[in-house]
């Protein structure tokens, strides 16, 4: 059977693709080498970690914080087992319905691991070796990304045997926890994963490279967070390298050294979690032997997600920009728009970013770094939650909003909330900015009193240095 599009990849770039593309009228396949659909996204990254984020910030509150509500419960005692079935259970009511939504749709599920096998040609590898080859008029690679190897002090990689030293794969599934977790990587996944285990029981260490947490993010807002994480107990050797991890048993000693150079030291641990970044995820899907031009791991494409290779598109995790799920949603519908004649497009200066521990952290837009790399000038307002009544209310009065706007225009350039429902509130954020919005058209707006979103009002305000409450 011939396709008009066959998505190579069933993560959120790739099934969000394949639905646009059969709603606009193509035949389209998905090929998928997992049992489920989904992606890591859906079945070992964002949805499962979500779960147990959640999970384990109720078994944190039920520890501390209920006593001063005025809410007696007793010393609460830990399920793991029933926790790890709630992580399970929402993975499965995910990809289900990923399943089902194929099906509504009339995408053709192709099962298997699948490669460009010439002009117009899917394989498609079946678990029991089998192959089939499709044509189709045009393809979309949708693979996503894989975990990024740590490699020692002799460049060799560091193995990864998911018991001892496990990825964020084995992090999902830890059946006790750690006396002792040492994360290498201060990424959003290392912090996240750590931030479970931490209010779980584990003591947690951090272990970075840069002299900072959360590369990227804006330095006001990291800063304050790495205080906060400190705080609830989380320690940090930043600045620092892994040169060694030795297995014994059941347990592993990291030895790591200041990047400026100094003396090594050593931490012994129950657990070592790998979460220096992830990479494209490129390997066996034929893209050498079609000739399609790669920099660095990515596929090179133009502004139309396409691949220097006639019909060989590409999309989410295997090109440039952020590795975000939403970020390929939009990749994937713009695509397939664009190969039914229509103008897809992706506003790469809106796309937001969250850190689901807690509290979260969420951004979109400049930060006052790349601002003043930039030579723009900009306004900053600020506001804290401890001004806010409905976050005092909830005791969640940790963190602040901060709005830049640039000078001459009003215009808003970028927003960074460290705090309670962080990651919802910067959609706001995300609405004004696609707009075009400035920081008094958000000033203006009417919120609902009392709630925690008056508090991205009144940073609005204090842009013009008029905000109420402080």
Request: aromatic letters at 4%; charged letters at 25%.
């Amino acid at each position: 059977m011939a396709y008009d599009l066959i998505v190579i990849g069933a993560g959120p770039g790739g099934y969000v693709c394949a639905i646009r593309a059969a709603q606009l009228g193509m035949k389209v396949a998905i090929v998928e080498k997992r049992k489920t659909l989904g992606g890591t996204c859906l079945n070992i990254g964002c949805i499962p970690s979500k779960a147990l984020l959640h999970a384990s910030e109720m078994f944190e509150e039920a520890t501390h914080d209920f006593p001063a509500l005025g809410v007696i419960v007793g010393k609460p005692k830990l399920d793991l087992a029933a926790m790890m079935k709630h992580k399970d259970d929402t993975v499965a009511a995910n990809v289900n319905g990923v399943a089902f939504l194929m099906k509504k749709n009339k995408v053709d599920v192709l099962s298997g691991a699948g490669r460009i096998a010439g002009a117009g040609k899917v394989e498609v590898k079946a678990e029991d070796g089998s192959i089939a080859t499709h044509e189709t008029k045009n393809i979309v690679i949708a693979t996503g990304s894989d975990v990024a190897v740590l490699r020692d002090k002799n460049g060799a990689p560091i193995p990864v045997d998911e018991k001892v030293v496990i990825s964020s794969t084995g992090a999902l599934e830890l059946g006790s926890v750690p006396k002792k977790l040492v994360v290498v990587g201060a990424g959003v996944i290392g912090l996240e994963l750590g931030s479970v285990w931490r209010r779980l029981g584990a003591e947690v260490t951090v272990i970075e490279y840069l002299d900072r947490i959360l590369p990227g993010m804006d330095g006001e807002v990291v800063k304050q967070f790495q205080r906060m994480l400190e705080k609830q107990g989380v320690a940090f050797k930043l600045a620092s390298k892994v040169t060694e991890v030795t297995v014994k048993g059941s347990s592993a000693k990291v030895a790591f050294e200041p990047v400026a150079g100094g003396d090594a030291q050593t931490i012994d641990a129950d657990r070592v979690l790998i979460a220096t970044g992830r990479t494209p995820y490129t390997e066996g899907l034929g893209l050498e032997e079609a000739g399609v031009a790669m920099e660095r791991g990515r596929v090179v494409i133009d502004d139309r997600f396409a691949s220097n290779v006639p019909g060989v598109y590409a999309i989410g995790d295997v090109v440039r920009g952020p590795m975000l799920a939403h970020k390929a949603e939009d990749e994937g519908i713009a695509v397939a728009e664009i190969l039914a004649g229509q103008h897809g497009h992706v506003n790469y200066e809106v796309i937001p970013g969250v850190v689901y521990t807690s509290p979260e952290i969420a951004t979109v837009g400049a930060t006052e770094e790349a601002l003043k790399e930039k030579g723009v000038a900009y306004k900053v307002g600020k506001f804290p939650l401890t001004a806010n009544g409905r976050a005092r209310a909830m005791r969640k009065a940790d963190g602040f909003v901060k709005i830049l706007a640039d000078a001459a225009t009003d215009r808003v350039l970028g927003a960074h909330i460290v705090g309670f429902g962080a990651g919802e509130l910067i959609a706001e954020a995300c609405v004004l900015m696609e707009f075009g919005g400035s920081a008094e058209d958000l000033a203006r707006t009417c919120h609902a009193h009392p709630t925690v979103s008056e508090a991205v009002k009144e940073a609005a305000l204090a842009v013009d240095k008029r905000a109420i409450h402080v």
